[in-house]
C-alpha cells in the first residue's frame, strides 16, 4: 500500500505536462472545455469521460498519463453515465433545497394578496408576521437539510465513480456493499485527497481573482481558467483514482487476513 508522499503528489501534479504528445492532448481538452460555452452539455460529456479514463488507470495501479483523445462514441457514453451518477447522488438534496425555496417564494407571492382580504388590525398584526416567520423557517430548514444531504452525497462521489471506473457498470456505482468498505478502509487517504484538491482550488481560484483585478491580466482571465479547471479535473482523477486503488487493496489485505487465521 503506498502513500501520499511529496514525490508522489509531485508526479500527480506534473502528469498533465509529460508524455507523448502531452501538448496536444491537453489542448484538445481545453478547447472542449470551451466549445461547451457554444454547444452547451455535449463536449463536456467528453471531457468527463477523459478523465474516467485517467482515473480507471490510476485506480488500476498504473502510472497517471494523458491517454489518447479516441473512441469518442465510448468517452461520450462514459461522459454521461459519470453524470448521470453525480445527479443521483446529488438530487436529493437539490430538491429539498429547491422545494424550500419555491415554497418561500411562491408564500412571498401569495402572502400579500391573503393580507389584503384581512382588514387591518389585530389579527393582521399576529397572522401576518406569523406566516412570514413560518416561510422563513421552511426556507431555511429546507437550505440546511438540502446542503446537509448534498454534502453527503458528494463525500463519497470520488469512490462511487472510481468503482464504476474500474467495473465498467453503470450499476457499479450504486453498489455500496462493494465500494463503501473501500471508503471506509481508507477514509483516511480520501480525507487528504480532499485537502489537496481543496488546496490546489483555492491557489487556483486566487490567482484567477488576483488576474482579473489587474488591468493587464483581466483579459486572460478565461484564458487562465480554462487550462485551470482542465488540470484541476486531470489531478482530481488521477489522485481519488489512485487512493481508491489504495482502498482496495487494503480492502483485499484485510480479506486475505481473515482468510489466514480461519
Known sequence: ??????????????????????????????????ANFLVPILPSLFVV??????????????????????????????GLQVMLVRIAYLLPGMLILFAG??????????????????????????VFPLLLFFLMGVMFLSMAAGWLLMILGAVPLPTVIAHF???????????????WPILRRNWMGYFVAWVVMAGLFTVIYIAIILAYYTMVLCFLVPLIALPAGFYMLLVGAAIFGQTYGEGREMVAAVGGEISATV
Open 1 to 34: 500500500m503506498s502513500e501520499i508522499t511529496t514525490t508522489r503528489l509531485k508526479d500527480i501534479f506534473r502528469f498533465p505536462f509529460h508524455g507523448p504528445d502531452w501538448q496536444k492532448r491537453f489542448l484538445i481538452g481545453i478547447g472542449l472545455m470551451l
Open 49 to 78: 469521460g477523459y478523465t474516467l479514463r485517467v482515473m480507471r488507470q490510476a485506480a488500476e495501479g498504473k502510472e497517471p498519463a494523458l491517454p489518447e483523445w479516441d473512441d469518442w462514441g465510448q468517452l461520450a457514453l462514459d
Open 165 to 179: 471506473a474500474v467495473k465498467k457498470e453503470f450499476g457499479a456505482a450504486f453498489q455500496i456493499r462493494e465500494w
Open 101 to 126: 425555496m419555491g415554497a418561500y417564494f411562491m408564500g412571498s407571492m401569495i402572502l400579500p394578496l391573503l393580507m389584503a382580504t384581512m382588514e387591518e388590525g389585530g389579527q393582521f398584526m399576529v
